[in-house]
T-cell receptor
Framework: GAGVSQSPSNKVTEKGKDVELRCDPI?????LYWYRQSLGQGLEFLIY????????KSGLPSDRFSAERTGGSVSTLTIQRTQQEDSAVYLC??????????????FGPGTRLTVL | AQKITQTQPGMFVQEKEAVTLDCTYD???????LFWYKQPSSGEMIFLIY??????QNATEGRYSLNFQKARKSANLVISASQLGDSAMYFC????????????FGTGTRLQVFP
């Protein structure tokens, strides 16, 4: 079946502009995660959605970052008033916690954000 | 606090040889899961292998195996019979079962396979 998809694949924006990044998880996966990967670094957790529970926003770096998940499926990560340090690859992952003990997260291809 | 350490920024291996990528972790939880992901230059994160903290056997998936030493808190990835297509970044990650399900990642090891 289809994997996790993300759009756009690349986004170049000017400092101070708002951007929206989209994630479409694997069908049936109730858990959705956003991570950020800065150049040459590992992945940094941003936010986690699980079903109808309140999201875990503990990784969001500032109040300029927000995310929502509509209808338990597609998620949008919004960055307001972008700064140059927001430049990174934003990765989305989904998992099926009820699917077995591993609860493996499957990642999308990422969105490369460049803030000029 | 939970932490993943990958001490090898880069590794080289000749095609058809085996290679071990190191990973140590720190957690106070008894129940946790350990993952390895591969990230080729194209950027996607590809799941390779999983080891649960209560699993008595080392995990294996094809040419990948996980050398799990719980007392040492290490979870090294072993790739047998390396192929040129194995050249990529490799990330070790941990999930604590009684915390949020987020993954904590190491900084990665860049593996280069040469002919």
């Amino acid at each position: 079946g289809a994997g996790v998809s993300q759009s756009p694949s690349n986004k170049v924006t000017e400092k101070g502009k708002d951007v929206e990044l989209r994630c479409d998880p694997i069908s049936g996966h109730t858990a959705l995660y956003w991570y950020r990967q800065s150049l040459g670094q590992g992945l940094e957790f941003l936010i986690y959605f699980q079903g109808n529970s309140a999201p875990d926003k503990s990784g969001l770096p500032s109040d300029r970052f927000s995310a929502e998940r509509t209808g338990g499926s597609v998620s949008t990560l919004t960055i307001q008033r972008t700064q140059q340090e927001d430049s990174a690859v934003y990765l989305c992952a989904s998992s099926d916690p009820a699917g077995g003990s591993t609860d493996t997260q499957y990642f999308g291809p990422g969105t490369r954000l460049t803030v000029l | 606090a939970q932490k993943i350490t990958q001490t090898q920024p880069g590794m080289f291996v000749q095609e058809k040889e085996a290679v071990t990528l190191d990973c140590t972790y720190d957690t106070s939880d008894q129940s946790y899961g350990l993952f390895w992901y591969k990230q080729p230059s194209s950027g996607e994160m590809i799941f390779l292998i999983y080891q649960g903290s209560y699993d008595e056997q080392n995990a294996t998936e094809g040419r990948y195996s996980l050398n799990f030493q719980k007392a040492r808190k290490s979870a090294n990835l072993v790739i047998s019979a390396s192929q040129l297509g194995d050249s990529a970044m490799y990330f070790c990650a941990m999930r604590e079962e009684y915390n949020t399900d987020k993954l904590i990642f190491g900084t990665g090891t860049r593996l280069q396979v040469f002919p």
